[in-house]
């Protein structure tokens, strides 16, 4: 059964980190295109970061480059994203998505995916 589970959301304060993971089952995750996405009620699904699969590259949306990083550990079957310098405006559902067959810049965007998790809640307060 091929099942992507999110987990390491949390409360934190402004200005902290925090460190998801997308766990696979049922296939190999280093041979899927990585995505990180967010929303927020009411506003459609945005592209945070995303891994490619043919070569590698990692991508960053505006509002999180320099801040967030994405990686892969392999051998845990995890794609992980760390989230430095946290804001208000990061306050999100995260979700977490794969698909074989997307190259490039174009993990940025959701729709292509075939597979994605169930969320995992971030909240920014003081």
């Known amino acids: 059964q091929v099942q992507l589970v999110e987990s390491g959301g949390n409360l934190v304060q402004p200005g902290g980190s925090l460190t998801l993971s997308c766990a696979a089952s049922?296939?190999?995750?280093?041979?899927?295109?990585v995505g990180w996405f967010r929303q927020v009620p009411g506003q459609e699904r945005e592209g945070v970061s995303c891994?490619?699969?043919?070569?590698?590259?990692?991508y960053y949306g505006d509002s999180v480059k320099g801040r967030f990083t994405v990686f892969r550990d392999n051998v845990a079957n995890t794609v992980h994203l760390q989230m430095n310098g946290l804001q208000f405006e990061d306050t999100a559902v995260y979700y977490c998505?794969?698909?074989?067959?997307?190259?490039?810049?174009?993990?940025?965007?959701?729709?292509?995916?075939?597979?994605w998790g169930q969320g995992t809640r971030v909240t920014i307060s003081s």
């Open positions: 891994i490619s699969v043919m070569d590698a590259g990692t």
């Open positions: 049922g296939f190999r995750l280093k041979d899927y295109a």
């Open positions: 998505a794969a698909d074989p067959v997307i190259y490039g810049s174009d993990c940025l965007t959701p729709g292509p995916y075939d597979y």
